[in-house]
């Protein structure tokens, strides 16, 4: 087949990434010519996703506004907006008042046009960059023990445009045109407009590990003015959000085995009862009294959801691979993977496979447990 019939052959497999962060699967699947739809719940991720995805972008009309931000920036001595307590830990005052004007100028010359939105999405990569918290990713650690290097405002900002020229240069000499779909929307619930049209998932879930994806973007988030705090991350950005961390979940603690019971969970009902059990246990012998059994009742309980809204939208003998490790938190394992599995197979697939790809134990070795853990490809066909 020549490569256009190639790509005309592909684009007619319609791919969903029901977890789709920054949009790496969705890059991919515009780089084979493929038609892609994405979800993503975390307000700034989506967003950031979006402008990814306008990777057409003109690389010149990109440039220029870049210099005419500059040099708006360059001229304003106006004082700072004001900032949350984090954002002053986390800068010094000149880059934190470079930072602001550079806010400020392209607010004002805001037109939502694909260049600004390139030009907002170099600024957003900058805020860690240019701050002296340490980063790892998603995570800062404040001043005490952070970066001795901190780059300039001005310096980072035409780096991060000369990075994104080039990654933008090499996608558009592809020959082929952006196609894919970023929605806002939580992969918890149904999204109508796609039933019975996918025929395959490729995805990165979060796992059941305790990573906070409200969290991660908590700088951006306060640089940009978006929050002002940690009760702004509950309120706009969390609910959103699949419970896979225990800063999610303290309410919902009293309800655990409520949801526990609940019928979407039959399938691993018993297995999932004596686990929440185990960690409860385990629980009162640890000083951060963290509650993962009201997690691990969570995570399960959103996953079977989201399994139940993917049958929704893809097509009878479509392939889904989740790339999914599995966990122990406080020691206690639990098999992310068959469960998941049993779930999937609950809401109308027809069966799985695990292609283990590595070992893991990295997360959990501070909590003094030996657990061997695993990493790899869950694949579903139904
Ligand atoms: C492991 S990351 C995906 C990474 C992705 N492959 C990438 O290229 O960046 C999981 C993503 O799921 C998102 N997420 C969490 N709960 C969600 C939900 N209920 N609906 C949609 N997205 C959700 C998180 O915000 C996060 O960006």
């Known amino acids: 087949m020549d490569h256009r019939r190639w790509c005309q052959f592909l684009s007619a497999v319609p791919i969903l990434d029901p977890f789709a962060g920054s949009g790496t699967t969705l890059l991919a699947a515009d780089n084979a010519g493929m038609m892609s739809y994405g979800f993503e719940s975390q307000p700034l991720i989506s967003r950031i996703a979006q402008t990814k995805l306008e990777w057409d972008v003109h690389i010149a009309d990109f440039n220029q506004l870049v210099q005419e931000v500059l040099n708006i920036a360059e001229k304003d001595n106006s004082d700072p907006y004001e900032y949350p307590p984090l954002v002053h830990k986390c800068y010094d005052e000149t880059n934190l008042l470079e930072l602001d004007h550079l806010r400020k100028a392209l607010e004002l010359v805001r037109d939502d046009s694909k260049a600004w939105h390139m030009a907002w999405l170099a600024f957003v990569c900058i805020i860690r960059r240019t701050s002296h918290a340490g980063t790892a990713i998603g995570q800062y650690v404040l001043p005490s023990h952070g970066k001795a290097h901190v780059a300039t405002v001005k ?25 894919a779909k970023l929605i806002e929307h939580d992969a918890r619930n149904v999204y109508s407009d796609l039933h019975d049209t996918i025929d395959l998932v490729v995805t990165s879930p979060p796992y059941a590990n305790n990573y906070d994806y409200a969290d991660a973007t908590r700088l951006e988030m306060s640089v940009l003015g978006e929050i002002t705090g940690w009760s702004d991350l509950q309120k706009l950005v969390r609910p959103g959000l699949i419970r896979s961390c225990t800063q999610m979940v303290s309410k919902e603690r009293k309800d655990t085995y409520f949801y526990v019971d609940d019928p979407v969970l039959t399938p691993i009902h018993e297995e999932l009862s004596v686990v929440c059990h185990e960690m409860e246990l385990e629980r009162e012998k640890h000083g951060g009294k963290k509650n993962y059994h009201t997690m691990a009742a969570l995570y399960f309980y959103d996953m079977a959801h989201v399994f139940i809204a993917l049958r929704d939208a893809c097509k009878d003998g479509s392939k889904i691979c989740f790339v999914i490790g599995d966990s122990a938190p406080y020691g206690v394992y639990m098999p992310v993977d068959e469960w998941l599995a049993k779930l999937a197979l609950s809401a109308g697939f027809k069966s799985w496979e695990f292609e283990k790809l590595r070992d893991r134990n990295v997360k959990w070795k501070n909590r003094k447990h030996r657990v061997p853990l695993k990493e790899g490809h869950l694949w579903i066909k139904g």
């Open 155 to 179: 310096d980072a900002y035409l780096n991060q445009v000369q990075i994104m020229i080039g990654d933008l240069m090499e996608m558009q000499s592809h020959g082929v045109s952006p196609q």
